[in-house]
């Protein structure tokens, strides 16, 4: 079974500073892991995937997040926080079937303050 | 750019009513999927389809049904709408592989 663990609930920075947003998985096999973002009344937005190539994925707006199989994770970081990244961020797994079932973690609100 | 359009964004409905929500996506993608979210549960899965009139249960189809008559609609059924099925609630589709892509969501609230 796939399973992701977001390690905060709610995660605060200043403007200008860094970002991190923790997720660790768990999965029997080498498994394909998203980051999505979501803004306060809109859908979901894929910020990044890991799919087996490279470790460090690099997305939109500035984010990126590497693979870490040693410790399982697959952390979410951005050099320096813009007040339009405040939202909530999933970590997400692929299942284990051929049609891209999905297990989300459970969030993580980013707040940035000015 | 791909479009996954829900009929509703904002939902009202009494106990024990029929409700239907609708998806259309406008990118003949094969897979179709019934998301509920709610607050530090993330998104729960409730049904998805790989084909037309082919579907399977999630996660959670407990109260719920669906229906995918043509490729491009997929819609969830409450049969007897409860106030636990108060919540936000997402339609995605995706071709093959590549990630879904998530329709603005529906908050349904039962009363």
């Known amino acids: 079974a796939q399973s992701v663990t977001q390690l905060d609930s709610h995660v605060s920075v200043s403007e200008g500073t860094p970002v991190l947003l923790r997720c660790n998985y768990s999965s029997s096999y080498s498994p394909s892991l998203f980051w999505y973002v979501q803004h306060p009344n809109k859908g979901l937005q894929l910020l990044l995937k890991?799919?087996?190539?490279?470790?460090l994925v690099k997305g939109i707006n500035g984010f990126e997040a590497e693979f870490k199989k040693s410790e399982t994770s697959f952390h979410l970081t951005k050099p320096s926080a813009h007040m339009s990244d405040a939202a909530e961020y999933f970590c997400v797994v692929s299942g284990n079937t051929g049609f891209q079932k999905l297990v989300f973690g459970t969030g993580t609100r980013l707040l940035v303050s000015p | 750019d791909v479009k996954v359009t829900q009929s509703s964004r904002y939902l009202v409905k009494r106990t024990g009513e029929k409700v239907f929500l609708e998806c259309v996506q406008d990118?003949?993608?094969?897979?179709m999927f019934w998301y509920r979210q709610d607050p530090g549960l993330g998104l729960r899965l409730i049904y998805f389809s790989y084909d037309v009139k082919m579907k399977e249960k999630g996660d959670i189809p407990e109260g719920y049904s669906v229906s995918r008559e043509k490729k491009e609609r997929f819609s969830l059924i409450l049969e007897s709408a409860s106030t636990n099925q108060t919540s936000m609630y997402l339609c995605?589709?995706?071709?093959?592989?590549?990630?879904?892509?998530f329709g603005p969501g529906t908050r349904l609230t039962v009363t």
């Open positions: 890991y799919t087996s190539a490279a470790t």
């Open positions: 995605a589709s995706s071709l093959g592989g590549v990630s879904p892509y």
């Open positions: 990118m003949d993608h094969e897979n």
